[in-house]
């Protein structure tokens, strides 16, 4: 039997996130499908990365259910859940990586965890292959994540979240702090991934380029919810006045690049 396209990976229900008197997210619920790219937006504040903390377990929710490919997540231990959570990647805010690892060595990180005795050897193919698929020079590997740019920093972090051979990718602001032509490539990066693996996508992100680019579906979080869930022609057509600043707004248009007036016809 065939997977479901519209089948849910990632489902959150009444999720409420507190931080002492401050709540964060209370009510929330979410659904990101098989196979979609999901774009996470919202003001600051509005908790985009506390509800990926959520997801992978690195937060503990006051209320609410996280189920990930139909498992619940929430209140299980480590060894529970560690069947689910090999079956996702993530590239944290800047990468993430361990500064006193080559690249390599950084990507062979999550294999170690979850499959010991490994042999070396192979683990060092692993990684020169997931280096490769991110996109980096073959010598990438050997180096310090102080010796690479920003954007090849990303491009390493990619490499590890691939690591296990992910079914979900969850990315914080991967495009934060890169060039318009960098972040450009690596958006490109992610929808080559995204159709060469089947891979599922939840990402959260302030760049509206990336927004039209690669998203096939958008939740915007404000409220303490989520308050709405489409594609951006679904989303503009909503009469919320955060939705209409960020979308309407001067980047927003800019973003949108509509199609240029035709060029009228001279006179016979």
Sequence with gaps: ?????????????????????????DGLDLEVCRGEIFGVVGGSGTGKSVLMRSIIGLQTPVEGEVHVFGE???????????????????????????????????????????????????MNEIAAYKIAMSGLPVDAGAKFPSELSGGMRKRAGIARALALDPELLF??????????????????????????????????THDLDTLYAICDRIAVLADRKVVAVGTIEELLALDHEWIQEYFNGPRGRAAAKPEPEPEAKADA
């Design 72 to 122: 619940p997540m929430i209140g299980r231990d480590e060894e529970e859940a560690k069947h689910v959570r090999r079956r996702w990647g993530v590239l944290f805010q800047g990468g993430a990586l361990f500064s006193t690892l080559t690249v390599a060595e950084n990507v062979q990180v999550p294999i170690k965890e979850f499959y010991t005795g490994i042999d070396p050897e192979l």
């Design 171 to 204: 990315l914080d602001e991967p495009t934060a702090g890169l060039d318009p032509i960098g972040a450009a490539a690596f958006d490109q990066l992610i929808l080559e991934l995204r159709d060469a693996l089947g891979l599922t996508v939840f990402l959260i």
């Design 1 to 25: 039997m065939s997977e479901d396209p519209k089948q849910a990976i990632i489902e959150v229900r009444g999720l409420k996130n507190a931080f002492g008197d401050q709540v964060v997210h």
